[in-house]
């Protein structure tokens, strides 16, 4: 029964890296880039839902009315005065751009909010459990972060394949060249995307500052984990994330039980080997 | 309808100057045929047109008014579409989804996705299959219905026959001169320079980048043609 519960937590652990590994995904599919501030936003917003909801005393969950579309306007104008600059045949710019950016939010933090680590609070649903016959019990809070993270999928999903502004993320990623020549602004709807993937990267953080805490320089231990999960997937795949962030909760989790020490080692160790073997992840999208 | 001229049109990739100063003029309703040998910059013409290649603004004007240096996406709403070398279907998109994807300059017109299924029956049948796993021919049709879905004043073709059966470029053809007759102004570049000298009205070759031979259909005989190609 041990081994059910280890691996109901480390399915579960996999929602948290699902959620961080969307928004990375969501921007490199559709326009190849990587995004090396991507933990930094994420611990980002953990930081702004934690001021909003120090000053306007909100709970953090309706924070996210303020902290998403304020995500959404930064991605959008980051991406249009930034990065948008940056992009071309060469991946290099944007990491080296993105690179600067993760500093710049890490020491901003710094100056406002110290080195202490923060942690939102949501009372006892943090604690709460479901009992799922008489040994093992699943905690709630994790259940909705994983359920967070399949409605994100979803709701993706219907993006990309049910609006226009889906088929013009598809269509821009498969030959951006061409679908300026259909009439796409293709400068706009990427800063939508970035836009959309700072909503993921927004309600990843503040949900993650609610279950861990985090500080100024947590931002890339998140990345790490965003990456790994999206390389398992396979790059660009959205549901691929999830799978990449379920083997790495569960490689976590199995290597936890076996000594808790090895935990993170674990995951890393997993990761390395399923490069080996899939050097483009389970379900790669992008063909080059 | 509007007419397109090219004044002093220079392009560059990187150092590499790919034309250097042509003098075209692209009137309305007429069809105009771009010959030359390969790397002559039939293709590099077409894209500093649509915009995907940057020019001065006073290099391109339409309708007597100013308009390189814009975005693509700009120019495309403006009127004037193309079906570019190689079709570039995105893969990702089924056959409707391409043919949508035209119609996204929001540019109102006789053109409609049924009108395009009128045209080319069989993309319907196939209309949820991806987009590049038709054959030739059948993509090429999905390349032209996506670029007269932005109901376009201006059709730009370049080597829409590239690679196809014999009988399926006769039905693209008789589909161009059928846009023509409806008023269409039309831009192909063709390897086939017999083709080309019959369904056009003007005729321009082009050279390194140059503007070799020029003139209206009927007056250029084909010697002149293999000279202005081949610079022999
Ligand atoms: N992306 C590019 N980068 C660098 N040089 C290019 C590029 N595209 C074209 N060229 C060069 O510009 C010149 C004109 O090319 P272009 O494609 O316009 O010729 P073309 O007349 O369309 O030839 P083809 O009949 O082969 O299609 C050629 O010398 C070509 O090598
Ligand atoms: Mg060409």
Redesign the pocket.
């Known amino acids: 029964m041990d081994w059910i519960a280890t691996l109901l937590q480390g399915l579960l652990l996999g929602g948290v890296y699902a959620l961080f590994a969307i928004g990375l995904s969501l921007v490199f599919g559709v326009m190849r880039l990587v995004n090396i501030a991507h933990g930094d936003m994420i611990v980002l917003a953990g930081f702004v839902s934690f001021a909003v909801v120090e000053v306007l005393g909100l709970g953090p969950i309706l924070s996210l009315a303020i902290v998403l579309p304020l995500f959404f306007a930064f991605g959008y104008v980051l991406q249009l005065a930034v990065l948008n600059r940056t992009l071309g045949d060469d991946l290099l710019p944007p990491m080296i751009v993105t690179f600067g950016l993760a500093i710049v939010i890490q020491n901003g933090l710094l100056q406002s909010f110290a080195a202490d680590s923060r942690k939102l609070s949501l009372g006892e649903v943090e604690t709460a459990s479901i009992a799922l016959g008489t040994d093992i019990a699943v905690g709630v809070y994790p259940l909705i972060i994983f359920a967070t993270a399949i409605v994100t999928i979803l709701a993706l999903q219907a993006l990309f394949y049910g609006t226009k502004i889906g088929r013009e993320f598809r269509a821009t990623s498969d030959d951006p060249e061409a679908a300026r020549l259909m009439g796409i602004n293709t400068k706009r709807v990427f800063a939508v995307a970035t836009g959309v993937a700072l909503v993921v990267i927004g309600i990843a953080g503040v949900l993650m500052a609610i279950r861990t805490t985090f500080d100024p320089l947590s931002g890339p231990v998140r990345l790490l984990f965003a990456f790994e999960a999206v390389i398992i997937g396979g790059l660009g795949n959205i549901w691929g994330t999830l799978l990449g962030g379920v083997t790495l909760g569960l490689a976590q989790a199995i290597g936890g039980a076996i000594d808790p020490q090895f935990q993170v080692m674990a995951g890393h160790l997993v990761f390395l080997a399923i490069l080996i073997v899939r050097p483009r992840g389970f379900f790669p999208k992008v063909a080059h | 309808m509007s007419t397109i001229e090219t004044r002093g049109l220079t392009a560059h990739?990187?150092d590499?100057q790919?034309l250097f100063g042509l003098d075209v003029t692209l009137r309305s309703g007429e069809t105009t045929a771009i010959i030359?040998a390969?790397?002559?910059?039939?293709?590099?013409?077409m894209k500093a047109i649509t915009g995907l290649i940057k020019t001065a603004p006073d290099m391109i004007h339409i309708d007597g008014a100013p308009a390189g240096g814009r975005d693509a996406h700009t120019i495309i709403s403006q009127g004037i579409a193309m079906v570019p070398?190689g079709r570039r279907l995105f893969p990702s998109l089924s056959v409707e989804e391409n043919l949508l994807i035209g119609t996204h300059a929001k540019r109102s017109g006789p053109w409609s996705l049924d009108r395009v299924y009128d045209v080319f029956p069989v993309l319907k049948e196939r209309r949820r299959l991806s987009g590049t796993s038709l054959s030739g021919g059948q993509q090429q049709m999905v390349a032209i219905g996506r670029a007269l879905l932005s109901n376009p004043t201006t059709l730009l073709c370049d080597?829409i026959s590239l690679g196809l059966a014999p009988v399926v470029i006769e039905e693209l053809y008789r589909t161009i001169a059928e846009l023509r007759s409806e008023g269409l102004s039309i831009v192909i570049?063709e390897q086939d320079v017999a083709r080309a000298v019959r369904v056009a009205d003007q005729v321009y070759c082009?050279m390194e980048?140059r503007v070799s031979l020029s003139g209206a259909a009927q007056d250029i005989a084909l010697e002149d043609i293999r000279n202005a190609y081949f610079g022999i």
Do not use: H, L, P
């Open positions: 990739y990187g590499f790919a030359g390969n790397g002559a910059g039939k293709s590099t013409f070398e080597e570049v082009f980048g």
